[in-house]
């Protein structure tokens, strides 16, 4: 079955650099994009960026633009999204999620990491 | 940008009970657009792709249609477990764009 798992929580202080890792399993994995989406406390869903795993292109909001960098391993079936020059506003829980088929939504999501960027 | 604005922000329904959530994009998005419930501590789950395919596995009390600016997710029976947010997502265009939630409670 399709899983996305990522990596444990984390913890950071303002300014400081995120790696959050995102494993796949049972799926071709060059042959679906990997979405990064997040959600602050109290907000809803928010559209970071995504990479295509079969050639590396990637894709980013305007928001994310300079901070964000996501990137992918296919020996291991993992992607990766950096995020750099954190704020407080940055505490959010991250999720990956895989592109289904053309025009078929985002079919799986990993379990969430939370972020936490404190003093 | 394509915005999503959905409607109503939340609202409080009964087991049994017939709900219709709305979206509208602020510009024409032809079919691609999406359904997800989302429930704390959980990932979100996709209900409905391209407009109006339910996803495999979801029950069929869930339906949704519209195209262009307009669509609409209906839950024909509300049960227990529906109690959620549920959010509609455009892939139209990049930046994908969410809409803000409707959150769905117990009254």
């Known amino acids: 079955q399709v899983q996305l798992v990522q990596s444990g929580a984390e913890v950071r202080k303002p300014g400081a650099l995120v790696k959050v890792s995102c494993k796949a399993s049972?799926?071709?994995?060059?042959?679906?994009?990997i979405h990064w989406v997040r959600q602050a406390p109290g907000q809803g869903l928010e559209w970071m960026g995504w990479i295509n795993a079969g050639n590396g292109h990637t894709k980013y909001s305007q928001k994310f633009q300079g901070t964000v960098t996501i990137t992918r391993d296919t020996s291991t079936s993992t992607a990766y999204m950096n995020l750099s020059s954190l704020r407080s506003e940055d505490t959010a829980v991250y999720y990956c999620?895989?592109?289904?088929?053309?025009?078929?939504?985002?079919?799986?999501w990993g379990q969430g990491t939370l972020v936490t960027v404190s003093s | 940008d394509i915005q999503m604005t959905q409607s109503p922000s939340s609202l409080s329904a009964s087991v049994g009970d017939r709900v219709t959530i709305t979206c509208r994009a602020s510009?024409?998005?032809?079919?691609?657009l999406h359904w997800y419930q989302h429930k704390p501590g959980k990932a979100p789950k996709l209900l409905i792709y391209?407009?109006?395919s339910l996803q495999s596995g979801v029950p069929s009390r869930f339906s949704a249609s519209g195209s262009g600016t307009d669509f609409t997710l209906t839950i024909s029976s509300l049960q227990r477990d529906d109690f959620a947010t549920y959010y509609c997502q455009q892939s139209y265009s990049i930046p994908l764009t969410f809409g803000g939630g409707t959150k769905v409670e117990i009254k």
């Open positions: 049972g799926y071709s994995f060059t042959s679906y994009a």
């Open positions: 999620a895989r592109e289904g088929a053309a025009r078929s939504g985002i079919d799986y």
């Open positions: 391209a407009a109006s």
């Open positions: 510009q024409s998005i032809a079919r691609d």
